[in-house]
């Protein structure tokens, strides 16, 4: 079965200091991978997303930035966090092979308060 | 620019009570249309996925129906439990956007005991 895992869960980091979100997925290959904010009170903002190794695609301009090193690791980060950048942030994947066809599936969410 | 619009923001039932949430979408040119629950703090679980193609699925007390004409998906939840508290997201892949859903903003379901 497939699985995604999305470390830390949660960090504090004071304004200026670098981020480094973790995630990778287990039991797929090829999978398109998604990196979401979700800040208090507003709905999921869709941040990056990509469909190969070293293929990203921005959706919003802003102080980050997302790599994908190996097929099934996507990591997010930013050299100067700002703190409009606190929110919590959901790593995604999902697979158009014929088992769940396109289903999105979520990790488990990483809290950042940036202070 | 493609909306995805969930109703009612808000709903408090007491326990046992069937019910309705609602989605409405702007392009009946849609891929799929997916049901997520999410608990506070915590990523979002996938309840439902509908191709554009099917009418409806359903998963034990979960039926969702989807009506891409009239650009609305119904997600019904039979004999609610105070564990079906949540938020519940629909998120629509247009053809459109390709590889990417449209959240619609949740309705925040409370049942009580």
């Known amino acids: 079965s497939q699985t995604i895992h999305q470390w830390p869960a949660t960090l504090v980091q004071p304004v200026g200091s670098p981020l480094s979100l973790e995630c990778t997925v287990e039991g797929t290959s090829n999978p398109n991978l998604y990196w979401y904010r979700q800040a208090a009170g507003r709905g999921l903002q869709l941040l990056f997303y990509?469909?190969?190794?070293?293929?990203i695609s921005s959706e919003v301009p802003q102080n980050l930035s997302a790599s994908r090193p190996q097929d099934r690791q996507f990591i997010l980060s930013s050299k100067k966090l700002l703190l409009s950048d606190s929110g919590f942030y959901l790593c995604?994947?999902?697979?158009?092979?014929?088992?769940?066809?396109?289903?999105?599936?979520f990790g488990e969410g990483s809290r950042l308060t940036v202070l | 620019k493609q909306e995805v619009t969930q109703i009612p923001a808000a709903l408090s039932v007491p326990e046992g009570e069937n019910l309705v949430l609602n989605c409405s979408f702007t392009d009946s040119a849609i891929y799929n249309l997916q049901w997520f629950r999410q608990d506070p703090g915590k990523g979002l679980t996938s309840l439902l996925l509908?191709?554009?193609?099917?009418r409806e699925q359903t998963s034990g007390r979960l039926n969702a129906s989807l009506d891409k004409s009239s650009g609305r998906s119904t997600l019904y939840i039979a004999a609610s439990q105070p564990g079906d508290s949540a938020t519940y997201l629909c998120?629509?892949?247009?053809?459109?956007?390709?590889?990417?859903?449209?959240f619609g903003a949740g309705t925040i379901l409370r049942v009580k005991s």
């Open positions: 990509s469909v190969g190794i070293g293929q």
């Open positions: 995604a994947w999902s697979s158009f092979r014929a088992k769940n066809f396109g289903e999105l599936f």
């Open positions: 509908i191709q554009s193609s099917q």
């Open positions: 998120a629509v892949r247009f053809m459109e956007y390709g590889n990417k859903l449209v």
